[in-house]
């Protein structure tokens, strides 16, 4: 059984930052290309970033681009997002996802196959 584990969430202020951390385990952690959604209330889950199974491409959602890194260590199972210069917009629940489709460009939810339980980030005004 694969389990994500997300931690890091919290608040913070409008233009500061937060890492959000994802370990996984039960799996084959560099089968898996890594992917970070998240959820605002009220709202669809929204693409934020991904990150292929060597970590040399990357995908990212266009309301993100600029302010959100996305990183892995294979040796360690586990993949990060870095968010710098955060808005109000920002505040959702962030997920942690992990597929083994091919050959596509990761920014659809249902290519993941697992998913963490997701940790809230809230920034205030």
């Known amino acids: 059984q694969v389990l994500l584990v997300e931690s890091g969430g919290g608040l913070v202020q409008a233009g500061g930052s937060l890492s959000l951390s994802c370990e996984v385990s039960?799996?084959?952690?560099?089968?898996?290309?890594m992917g970070w959604f998240r959820q605002a209330p009220g709202k669809e889950r929204e693409f934020v970033r991904a990150?292929?199974?060597?970590?040399?491409?990357?995908y990212v959602a266009d309301s993100v681009k600029g302010r959100f890194t996305i990183s892995r260590d294979n040796a360690k199972n586990t993949v990060n997002l870095q968010m710098n210069s955060l808005k109000p917009e920002d505040t959702a629940v962030y997920y942690c996802?992990?597929?083994?489709?091919?050959?596509?460009?990761?920014?659809?939810?249902?290519?993941?196959?697992?998913w963490g339980q997701g940790t809230q980030v809230t920034v205030s005004s």
């Open positions: 996802a992990a597929s083994t489709a091919v050959g596509t460009s990761y920014d659809r939810s249902f290519l993941y196959a697992y």
């Open positions: 990150i292929s199974r060597s970590g040399f491409s990357t």
């Open positions: 039960g799996g084959t952690f560099r089968d898996f290309v």
